[in-house]
């Protein structure tokens, strides 16, 4: 069982190639993890992860995910864990969504996004679980979710679905792994300047955003800052919680109401 002093030494990441997966990973080298990292379909991204991470003096490996191929898939965390000789922390960052309205929603895509976010999040998490209780000295796990977790969006029926869902397996989990020293906790950002989002290159700091109290979008070292905490010795009696991360978005629903002057929010 790990003491309030203990600092984790393993991390994997998923979805570590590029924007929260990435810096995250980076946050967690710079705390003293090794790092396990994994791509889907930038592996290049993935070894400029790695380089980083190496830079800053710890090991790193590297493995391809593909979280479709369930539930082999995730034997990729085995994997992971035997190469850097154990999981202290496991973050789940791999995610996909769709922009496609309900109506025109085909099983393929809904199935993509229900594989890739939830039944890929939960494998994972159970992996890595099932290794930190048999080594017996706790553990970190974060759940990287969405204020989708929290608020639904046009056109993302199968992405709100599946965060939702690991909003509250993260919950579950978390009273469950309890016992075992063992913190479950999800992150939910707002909108990121991240390659998902279409904004790898922008400068946050410089984009507009007059629906987001803090007026911008955020940063992908923003989110993994949080991650970082909470798989730190300051987040020890956290677990079960949603880390909201969002400029303050969510805080403006009251303000999103009768007031609208057109149907302009139907198509996301």
């Known amino acids: 069982m790990e003491t309030p ?3 984790p030494r393993t991390a994997i990441v ?3 190639d590029s924007g929260i997966g990435r810096a995250t990973a980076v946050a967690l080298a710079k705390a003293g993890c090794d790092v396990g990292i994994t791509w889907h379909a930038d592996e290049k991204g993935a070894e400029g992860t790695a380089q980083e991470v190496r830079e800053l003096g710890r090991r790193a ?4 995910l593909d979280l479709t191929g369930l539930p082999g898939a995730a034997d990729v965390v085995d994997e992971l864990a035997e190469a850097l000789g154990g999981v202290d922390v496991l973050v789940n960052g791999s995610g996909t969504g769709t922009a496609t309205p309900l109506l025109e929603l085909g099983f393929d895509q809904w199935r993509e996004v229900i594989s ?4 890929g999040a939960f494998l994972c998490l159970q992996r890595a679980a099932r290794r930190m ?3 017996g000295r706790g553990g970190r796990i974060v759940n990287i979710t969405s204020v989708h977790e929290h608020a ?3 056109g993302a029926a199968p992405y709100c679905a599946a965060k939702g869902g690991l909003g509250l397996l993260t919950r579950t989990a978390a009273i469950e792994l309890a016992e075992h020293g063992i913190t479950v906790n999800a992150v939910a950002p707002g909108e990121i300047a991240t390659p998902m989002t279409g904004q790898e290159d922008e400068d946050p700091t410089q984009a507009g955003r007059p629906g987001v109290p803090l007026g911008r979008p955020g940063h992908a070292w923003e989110i993994a800052d949080v991650i970082a ?3 730190s010795p300051a987040a020890s009696y956290v677990t079960g919680a949603s880390w909201v991360v969002d400029g ?5 629903g009251p303000m999103a109401g009768s007031h609208l002057t057109s149907d302009d929010w139907r198509r996301g």
């Open 5 to 7: 002093h203990d600092f």
């Open 14 to 16: 998923t979805g570590s």
């Open 61 to 64: 490996e590297v493995r391809r």
């Open 116 to 119: 890739t976010d939830l039944d």
């Open 133 to 135: 209780v048999a080594a």
């Open 152 to 154: 639904p969006r046009v």
């Open 229 to 231: 905490f909470l798989a």
């Open 248 to 252: 303050g978005m969510l805080q403006m």
